[in-house]
């Protein structure tokens, strides 16, 4: 996978990926995102570049964001989203988790504490 061949050929992404050295975002610091666009694009000390394949995958991610979009604009339709999702979460909380690896995974017993 050569992250640099997408750059080269496609133009959506080589413009997205300039506007991050360019000042669009930070006009006071254009350095600001050279990590970033260094990352996708260089590697580095044995690091290859764009180790998770974003502008691989980049058109799934633009994809998923517009079909993102197209919903909310239905508000009616995003709020049962929201409320679908909300409930579907179940009994889940992070102190049920955190107790639930405490005694099961960890296999440690609670102290009480005085407060």
Same mark, same amino acid.
């Given at each position: 996978?050569?992250?640099?061949?997408?750059?080269?050929?496609? +133009?959506?992404?080589? *413009?997205?990926?300039?506007?991050?050295? =360019? @000042?669009?975002?930070?006009?006071?610091? $254009?350095?600001?995102?050279?990590?970033?666009?260094?990352?996708?694009?260089?590697?580095?000390?044995?690091?290859?570049?764009?180790?998770?394949?974003?502008?691989?995958?980049?058109?799934?991610?633009?994809?998923? +964001?517009?079909?993102? *979009?197209?919903?909310?604009?239905?508000? =009616? @339709?995003?709020?049962?989203?929201?409320? $679908?999702?909300?409930?579907?979460?179940?009994?889940?909380?992070?102190?049920?988790?955190?107790?639930?690896?405490?005694?099961?995974?960890?296999?440690?017993?609670?102290?009480?504490?005085?407060?």
């Amino acid at each position: 996978y050569d992250p640099m061949e997408i750059f080269n050929n496609d +133009q959506e992404i080589r *413009d997205v990926l300039m506007e991050l050295i =360019n @000042g669009k975002y930070s006009p006071e610091d $254009t350095e600001m995102f050279r990590d970033i666009y260094n990352s996708l694009l260089n590697n580095d000390g044995g690091r290859r570049a764009d180790t998770y394949f974003i502008l691989k995958d980049f058109r799934s991610y633009a994809e998923a +964001q517009r079909k993102i *979009d197209e919903r909310y604009r239905d508000t =009616n @339709g995003w709020a049962k989203t929201v409320m $679908t999702n909300t409930a579907k979460a179940g009994k889940f909380s992070s102190d049920r988790t955190i107790e639930e690896y405490a005694t099961e995974i960890w296999k440690l017993t609670k102290t009480p504490v005085e407060m």
